[in-house]
Nanobody, 127 residues
Framework: QVQLVESGGGSIQAGGSLSLSCVASGGYVSTKCMSWFRQAPGKEREGVAMIGIGGREISYVDSVRGRFTVSRDVGKKTVGLQLTDLKPDDTATYYC????????????????????WGQGTQVTVSS
């Protein structure tokens, strides 16, 4: 059973940067699309970034494009998310997730396409 563990969250002022990491254990996720979602209090969970097998497919939600960078290291079974120019609206719990199926990433962010989730890491951005 694959388990995902996120780390790297914290509290930071607007304009700052954070680096999130997600480590997979108990199995392999190298043949699956990996993603980052986030959920703010009172809001639905939204997709932030996806990265395909080998890192060739990458997509971002419009609100973070140009500020966030997703990456993966297949050998280390890690997925990273570099957050820069952070804004108070980025405040949320950030979750790493692995796709249900082997192969390409889905065309759009949908939590139903991902069935293995980490416990989340909190990012708080103050103005």
């Amino acid at each position: 059973q694959v388990q995902l563990v996120e780390s790297g969250g914290g509290s930071i002022q607007a304009g700052g940067s954070l680096s999130l990491s997600c480590v997979a254990s108990g199995g392999y996720v190298s043949t699956k699309c990996m993603s980052w979602f986030r959920q703010a209090p009172g809001k639905e969970r939204e997709g932030v970034a996806m990265i395909g097998i080998g890192g060739r497919e990458i997509s971002y939600v419009d609100s973070v494009r140009g500020r966030f960078t997703v990456s993966r290291d297949v050998g280390k079974k890690t997925v990273g998310l570099q957050l820069t120019d952070l804004k108070p609206d980025d405040t949320a719990t950030y979750y790493c997730a692995a796709a249900k199926y082997i192969g390409n990433c889905p065309r759009r962010f949908d939590i139903r396409d991902f069935d293995i989730w980490g416990q989340g890491t909190q990012v708080t951005v103050s103005s």
